[in-house]
């Protein structure tokens, strides 16, 4: 399995870049080390049948950084942060999103899955729990940059990691489809 880490600020295009991704490589998933989290989180404050937190890990995607009367007027941002850095990672380790993603990459190898496109990249401590296991060789980071776009809302940060790093400017939808296409033709020479 070939890991791809899409690593940047909040609205550059990560997502965007990994949909692309997964339409160009063959046998592609994506994947996020945010997905455990937020549906832990979505559980903690669950209020019955009609919780958005019932449509799972992207229920509160749109509105992430507005104040929400399921999270007490917090944003769904402020309060996977809060989840995961003040509980979750004092208590498991600053690795423990990539221990679990592994866990679900295991499963997709045996579904066939070739590329695994992480689009939430931004802890070296939960990428390097893949480095380590499937190799560095094996791993691609994707940086992208986009203007007006920072970490200052968000816990993340660009990565420096030990294997094949590619930088992306995303200058707007069509230019950028093409750049991520091209990517994918040097990911798979």
């Not at 060789?137 to 993340?156: G, M, P």
């Amino acid at each position: 399995m070939k890991i791809i880490f899409l690593n940047g600020p909040p609205k550059c295009g990560k997502d965007f870049a990994g949909e692309v991704m997964r339409h160009a490589l063959y046998k592609s998933k994506i994947f996020k080390f945010a997905t455990v989290l937020k549906i832990m989180a979505h559980k903690a404050f669950w209020r019955g049948s009609n919780c958005p937190c019932l449509n799972g890990p992207d229920a509160f995607e749109k509105v992430k950084d507005i104040p929400n009367p399921y999270f007490y007027e917090k944003t769904p941002r402020e309060t996977w942060i809060a989840f995961s850095e003040t509980f979750i990672k004092p208590l498991y380790g600053k690795d423990i999103w990539g221990k679990i993603l592994l866990d679900e990459l295991q499963l997709a190898i045996h579904q066939d899955c070739k590329f695994a496109i992480i689009t939430d990249s931004g802890f070296k401590e939960e990428a390097q729990v893949l480095i380590d296991h499937f190799g560095r060789d094996a791993c691609t980071l994707i940086q992208i940059e986009r203007n007006d776009c920072d970490f200052s809302n968000d816990s993340r940060s660009y990565l420096d990691l030990d294997v094949k790093t590619i930088q992306l400017h995303n200058p707007g939808t069509s230019k950028f489809i093409t750049l991520i296409k091209e990517t994918c033709k040097e990911i798979t020479s």
